[in-house]
């Protein structure tokens, strides 16, 4: 069974040698992940054929509590046939602490099948599922987080169309170079279920897992073995779901020239260095098609072409290849950032409170803390929240091309600065200082590296113009091929939640929801227009979500000034600490009045 390679950014995100008193029955030291209902624990086991299997079994209630007999429980061959039939991620650590400790004898046998057993789909509620503050056990001396023990794993290669990811994992075994993946639903508003979850022997190279083959190899070995040891009911509906995105990918690239909204990969005689992106038009060259295509790059904030969704670069076929690769956020690479700047995206590794948000600032000392970020969560109704950069995971980019530019971006948004702020373009980097008269820029110093001309376009790079005729800007937001579905919203207590495919999941006070549902929308659009690191609405986009997307990043423009002091990390090991006094109370406040056609109405839990 081979290892999948959990790349860590520290000693201790690996489990070490237990000793005798950290294992449990039998010498066998479980790892248990802790959930609302109660806890999983995995554990390798012995069966009567005396071969190796792997266990994991539910107990419901606390973990300060003499523990109950299991309530549900399976036996698979393998931990990657575990996770599959469990429906979560086991992180890759977890994982291998548990192909370690098969060697650790003597192995308990499986257990007994529960004798009232939870059915399967309240198995796969919230409840019994690990969040990324889950306490995992078993690993090292302390408890890790399952949102941290995750954020160690690294695909080589992913594809992310929208409501299902694939992530392929280098791997090691005795003898061979070997795969690991993971397919999961990723559905907007319902927790990522893992549906597949497997390996791939006899790799051609290492640098087959960094390719677009790589997605197609675990796309047929999938199709395999439907045919050949069938599928669960769940894994079948999920193919059959899904069959036209499989379908695509497994097609291989088409002919020249591809067809408008194709995604490329463009090299300029180097394609070893490559820039993503998107044709938006064919025309004629005097030495054959060109395509008119526009670099991910360009939709992000900051950008001088973010607000002309038809500009584009024109560049002849022989130097494109087709791509399954999503939009280019610019987070990893030789253009990605030391430090994020203000309109950058981010998911947080394990708070409790929300899950992902908005950078408004970059803090270079933080309380004499150290460097810190200060973020706008979306899926929590929370004023600023202030994280250090290691709780916190990249997911979009930004590119403001000098100081300057950012500067007056945020004097729009009424973001003023703030002594210990880090500010970093481009093309410049500063420090805030504290001074007598109020907040004060430092001497500004150019950076040393200098980004791809797609990311800051020099001024003799002119865009062209996609013809009239031919005009069909392709949204950053939605992968070719694909139908949006619509936004869902509901209320629970004081919030209203939304879940929008191109926006996540958005929560907002309801009076402030109320404030904004009311105003012109002309008006709200002009509120996020000023605020130029948002994506600008798009001509279909529900009122309710531009409302939603009003209040939680225009409050004070809704209510008048509000001082809010950005929110401290809580002590995990506390929950109650993770609730403020912003956290709403719970209960069924009427729905807002929401002018012209509205979603069916949820009231919540």
Do not use: C
């Amino acid at each position: 069974m081979p290892q999948p390679d959990a790349h860590s950014s520290g000693e201790d995100d690996l489990p070490p040698p237990r000793t005798a008193d950290q294992r449990g029955p039998a010498g066998h030291g479980p790892v248990e992940i802790e959930v609302t209902a109660g806890r999983w624990r995995l554990y390798p086991v012995l069966d009567n054929a005396s071969e190796v299997q792997f266990a994991a079994e539910l107990i419901l209630g606390r973990t300060n509590k003499i523990p109950g007999p299991p309530r549900w429980a399976i036996v698979e061959p393998n931990v990657l046939a575990l996770e599959e039939a469990l429906g979560w991620a086991i992180p890759h650590p977890a994982q291998n602490a548990l192909i370690v400790a098969q060697f650790d004898l003597p192995l308990p046998p499986p257990p007994p099948s529960p004798a009232n057993p939870l059915r399967d789909d309240v198995l796969r509620t919230f409840a019994f599922r690990p969040t990324r503050a889950s306490a995992v056990h078993g690993l090292t001396s302390q408890p890790l987080t399952y949102g941290r023990l995750l954020a160690v794993e690294h695909p080589t290669r992913s594809w992310d169309p929208g409501p299902l990811t694939v992530d392929v994992f280098e791997a090691t075994t005795l003898d061979t170079r070997a795969a690991v993946y993971r397919i999961s639903d990723t559905t907007p508003g319902q927790p990522p279920t893992v549906l597949f979850a497997d390996f791939l022997t006899a790799i051609p190279d290492g640098d087959t897992l960094t390719t677009d083959d790589a997605i197609r190899h675990v796309l047929l070995a999938v199709l395999h073995r439907a045919e050949h040891n069938g599928l669960t009911a769940d894994q079948l509906a999920f193919l059959v779901d899904h069959k036209d995105l499989i379908a695509t990918a497994l097609t291989g690239p088409p002919d020249h020239p591809s067809p408008r909204a194709t995604r490329i990969a463009v090299h300029d005689g180097d394609p070893t260095h490559t820039t993503t992106g998107t044709v938006l038009a064919i025309v004629d060259d005097p030495t054959g098609p060109a395509y008119l295509w526009r670099p991910d790059t360009a939709n992000l904030p900051g950008h001088p072409w973010r607000d002309h969704p038809t500009w584009t670069l024109r560049t002849t076929p022989h130097q494109t290849q087709t791509t399954l690769a999503t939009t280019d956020p610019t987070i990893d690479g030789p253009d990605a950032p030391p430090v994020l700047a203000t309109g950058a995206l981010v998911a947080t590794v394990d708070d409790p409170r929300f899950t992902t948000g908005t950078v408004l600032r970059a803090l270079h000392e933080n309380d004499a803390s150290g460097p810190a970020y200060e973020i706008q969560p979306h899926d929590a109704p929370l004023p600023p929240v202030t994280l250090a950069p290691d709780d916190v995971i990249p997911l979009r980019g930004t590119a403001w091309p000098t100081i300057d530019t950012l500067l007056a971006a945020r004097n729009t948004a009424n973001l003023p600065l703030k002594p210990g702020e880090l500010l970093l373009t481009l093309r410049e980097i500063t420090i805030v200082a504290d001074n007598p008269d109020g907040p004060q820029l430092l001497a500004t110093r150019p950076v040393p590296h200098t980004a791809s001309p797609a990311l800051d376009p020099p001024d003799d790079l002119v865009p062209i113009p996609v013809p009239t005729g031919l005009a069909h800007p392709a949204s950053p937001h939605q992968p070719a091929g694909q139908n949006t579905p619509p936004a869902t919203l509901h209320q629970t207590g004081d919030t209203i939640h939304i879940h929008d495919p191109i926006h996540g999941h958005l929560t907002a006070p309801a009076d402030l929801f109320r404030a904004a549902i009311r105003l012109p929308e002309t008006q709200l659009h002009a509120l996020l227009a000023r605020r130029p690191w948002l994506p600008a609405p798009t001509t279909d986009q529900p009122l309710y979500v531009t409302a939603a997307l009003a209040a939680q990043h225009a409050a004070t423009d809704l209510t008048g000034p509000r001082v809010h002091q950005p929110a401290t990390s809580p002590d995990l090991a506390n929950p109650a600490s993770a609730l403020t006094n912003d956290t709403p109370a719970t209960s069924h406040a009427a729905p807002p009045d929401l002018p012209g056609p509205a979603p069916a109405w949820d009231p919540g839990p």
